[in-house]
């Protein structure tokens, strides 16, 4: 079952378990836009407990051999970083998973059994805002987590339902994982309407605009991050699946870029040149870098795609959603 199906990762998710061949149920509060297909489509709002229970049901008494955590409420730094959500990112965020794993234990008791492997998809913005404030970041390690202190009210909800899942498998027996994901890029996700990530809205401005055109970014533009294009993501997360390995670990990229940096990478696949105004707006840390040496240590994984060719297929692609219009 993948819980938040509808999404971006989610929908990828859902096409990767179907080509594997397992059945699949998607949840999610809205249909994917792009085309993932599950066995089975279950609507509605995981805020709802009456409704999360249910959604664990299968008949004979069966249950799901593993069950993929994604949905939330959230969005792009235009979303999360404005203060404006704060109150509706982590009330509904945490009533999702506090209303999952609440089901969970009642079908185990009422069961008798729960050998589902339950993923729960954390994030990078867990990470102290003081370890983020050089572009030139090092890399994040896992246990630079604590002492605490994310930079948004989405990384502390986040980093509340990691300690959420890991407090459940201690005391219930839930078989947890738990990945801090890197902004996570692709085809077939959000790219436009306000909830996009930075490389959709980069390839979307980039898109419509012709040689020597103009666009807009919100700060200097030397803020720094790493994007891991999705099809490697989504092949960290069966591998950490298949792992027993159940504490927070990160799954991203280590090649870090600045936004104007980025700017120009996309703006070099159409060979235009692309003027840049800067304007006020929220940007979240100035820089953000994941270190994957606990990854590749305990799943024996790394990335091996370019940021250039990821990002080259998510723009074609969304020059083609444009295209349609």
């Known amino acids: ?43 509605g709002d995981l805020t709802n407990q009456q409704f999360a229970e249910s959604v664990l049901n299968i008949p004979g008494n069966k249950v799901f051999d593993e069950i993929y955590q994604l949905a939330a409420d959230m969005g792009g730094a235009g979303y999360i970083f404005t203060g404006e959500n704060d109150a509706n990112v982590m009330h509904n965020s945490a009533a999702i998973n506090l209303n999952i794993l609440n089901s969970l234990v009642k079908m185990q008791y009422r069961l008798g059994k729960n050998n589902s492997k339950i993923f729960y998809s954390s ?9 983020q404030r050089n572009t030139l970041n090092p890399g994040l390690r896992e246990a630079d987590a604590y002492p605490a202190n994310p930079d948004s009210e989405y990384g502390w909800e986040k980093l509340f339902s990691e300690r959420l899942y890991m407090a459940y498998s201690r005391n219930y027996g839930l078989s947890t994982r738990i990945a801090r994901f890197h902004n996570i890029f692709g085809p077939e996700g ?8 930075v490389p959709a809205a980069i390839c979307r401005k980039v898109a419509e605009v012709g040689n020597h055109g103009s ?32 504490l927070p670990v990160n799954i991203g990229s280590e090649e870090m870029i600045s936004i104007n940096e980025l700017v120009e990478l996309v703006a070099s696949f159409e ?30 994984w790394n990335y091996e795609l370019t940021l250039a060719e990821g990002l080259s297929e998510t723009y074609f692609w969304i020059k083609n959603q444009i295209e349609k219009l």
């Open 123 to 131: 994030s990078a913005c867990i990470y102290p805002e003081e370890k």
């Open 271 to 300: 060979g235009k040149k692309i003027t840049v105004n800067h304007i006020p707006g929220p940007q979240g840390v100035r820089g953000r870098n994941s270190n994957n040496d606990l990854v590749s240590q305990v799943l024996g």
């Open 190 to 197: 959000t790219w436009q309407g306000g909830k996009e990530k």
């Open 1 to 43: 079952m993948v819980l938040g199906g509808g999404g971006f990762i989610g929908g990828h998710l859902v096409k990767s378990l179907s080509t594997k061949g397992y059945w699949v149920r998607s949840v999610d509060i809205k249909t994917h836009l792009y085309g993932a297909n599950p066995d089975e489509f279950v609507q």
């Open 215 to 246: 666009i807009e970014i919100w700060g200097d533009g030397n803020q720094t991050r790493s994007f891991l294009f999705v099809n490697e993501c989504l092949e960290a997360v069966s591998k950490l699946m298949e792992s027993d390995y159940q």
